[in-house]
């Protein structure tokens, strides 16, 4: 009995525990953004008299990959059968 309740948990557990690592990734590339980013802003605020604000650019498309990682982090991709059973179809029906 026991290894039968071993049996089901272990998907739903490895499923956790890649989850839980997707989101510690996720904070461990959150901290070095924003160190990183706060390094690059303090270079242009001491080399640059108030000149035009360049580490935007860094910043923002940074901060795409950053929010692509965040919503991979928080909204995983899990499927019914019903979708799986779908998509054979029509992978099946496809000449």
Known sequence: M???LEALTDPVRDRAIKQLKKRHDFAT???VYILVNSFIVVIWATTNSGGFFWPVFPIVGWGIGLVMNAWDAWHPAEFD???IHREMS???RKP
């Open 90 to 92: 029509r992978i099946q």
């Open 2 to 4: 026991t290894g039968d």
């Open 81 to 83: 059968e019903d979708q």
């Open 29 to 31: 590339h959150l901290l």
